[in-house]
């Protein structure tokens, strides 16, 4: 079964730092495009950003460059979303999703989502 | 960076209606639009891609079309699982890819 497997709730304050992953199984992890996809509270979807995980080439929405770190592992199929130093407005829900089937840059495979919450 | 604006944002039906989703582009996207279908609580599922071709496991009550830079999901004959948000995303011209503000669709 093709499936992404995130990690589980954070709750952090405002100023730590911050690793989230993705493990991806049922698929050649490292030959598709892996992204991740914001959602804030009650709010839509925002791409931040992608990394081919055969060659590391990493590509980041201009409202996310600086802000976060994708990377990943092909060695473990698993990819992650870093963050140096959180803020309140990083509480959001994070999903990772991936380019599997389709032959296209549409996410065709989803996470269930993390939710991180920051407060003080 | 690409926007996409979606209309209306709130789309009340009945059971068993068509409900029509539009779509439009800034710019020229070619054919590379999805529409996805998020239901609360739940991850974001893809429907269509390639702005017409169904991804796999979708009813054929979801189809898709484009005019130029209008883009448009259709949901025949809506059933009690349908009504959820749907967005749609431009992966034409990247990073950054983007979504569109989403349309609720609401029991009426």
């Known amino acids: 079964e093709v499936q992404l497997v995130q990690s589980g709730v954070e709750v952090k304050k405002p100023g730590e730092s911050l690793k989230i992953s993705c493990k991806g199984s049922?698929?050649?992890?490292?030959?598709?495009?892996i992204g991740w996809v914001r959602q804030m509270p009650g709010k839509g979807l925002e791409w931040m950003g992608v990394i081919y995980p055969g060659d590391s080439d990493t590509r980041y929405s201009p409202s996310f460059q600086g802000q976060v770190t994708i990377s990943a592992d092909k060695s473990t199929s698993t990819a992650y979303l870093q963050w140096s130093s959180l803020k309140a407005s990083d509480t959001a829900i994070y999903y990772c999703?991936?380019?599997?089937?389709?032959?296209?840059?549409?996410?065709?495979?989803w996470g269930q989502g993390t939710m991180v919450t920051v407060s003080s | 960076e690409i926007v996409m604006t979606q209309s209306p944002a709130t789309l009340s039906v009945s059971p068993g209606e068509t409900a029509t989703l539009s779509c439009r582009a800034s710019q020229s996207v070619r054919s590379n639009v999805a529409w996805y279908q998020q239901k609360p609580g739940q991850a974001p599922r893809l429907l269509i891609y390639?702005?017409?071709t169904r991804a796999t496991g979708i009813p054929a009550r979801f189809s898709g079309s484009e005019s130029g830079t209008e883009f448009t999901l259709t949901i025949s004959s809506l059933q009690s699982e349908d009504f959820a948000v749907y967005y749609c995303?431009?992966?034409?011209?990247?990073?950054?890819?983007?979504f569109g503000g989403g349309t609720k669709v609401e029991f009426k």
């Open positions: 049922g698929y050649s992890f490292s030959v598709k495009w």
């Open positions: 390639g702005a017409s």
């Open positions: 995303q431009q992966y034409n011209n990247w990073p950054p890819s983007t």
């Open positions: 999703a991936s380019t599997v089937k389709t032959g296209t840059t549409a996410f065709d495979i």
